[in-house]
């Protein structure tokens, strides 16, 4: 693939760093579930951004099939509907593959742009499920946790590439 003009030069993503950062960010969905905020539906879903991030950058390692898996963990940790949260991250992961070529060209601020519809689409799928299950409306908060990620990607984005940058070396000899 061709490099946009002036972006660095990545290295190769460690398997066993993609998949502790997946498990970190279950844990931190976890914590903000139990201990800070309870169950508000504002509040964005960690997981989902780790994934989107992951399924966009590493769509051979990080696959629709892994975004299903820790969409059950998530529906049992946070006792909803068996299949609610894994049918969301199922289709973010879709939409990640199906983007993940063409958003790579664009500056963290316009990915935040590209993949606020990405997160959207998740909650409402959500929102669809809980629905047609009898729930009643959540309430507006929950169109707050698509801006939030949206607004949580360029800060999560600088995070995980942080171990992929080569440093910068001044070897004039050296082409790369």
């Known amino acids: ?40 539906n504002w509040a964005p879903e960690l997981i989902a951004v780790v994934l989107l991030f992951w399924g966009i950058h590493q769509p051979l390692r990080v696959s629709i099939g892994l975004a299903f898996f820790f969409g059950l963990l998530t529906d049992v940790h946070q006792s909803s509907m068996l299949g609610q949260h894994a049918l969301s991250f199922t289709a973010q992961g879709f939409f990640a593959v199906l983007i993940h070529r063409r958003i790579l060209w664009f500056k963290l601020s316009s990915q935040s742009l590209q993949v606020f519809p990405i997160f959207l689409v998740g909650h409402m799928i959500e929102l669809i499920i809980r629905m047609a299950s009898g729930s009643p409306f959540p309430g507006w908060g929950l169109f707050l946790s698509p801006i939030i990620q949206a607004l949580l990607w360029p800060i999560v984005s600088e995070i995980l590439l942080a171990p992929q940058k080569r440093s910068p070396n001044p070897d004039n000899t050296r082409p790369l």
Request: net charge neutral.
């Open 1 to 40: 693939m061709i490099m946009p003009r002036g972006q660095q030069l990545l290295l190769p993503a460690n398997p066993i760093f993609i998949y502790l950062t997946l498990f970190f960010a279950l844990l931190l969905d976890m914590v903000q579930n139990i201990a800070l905020f309870g169950n508000a």
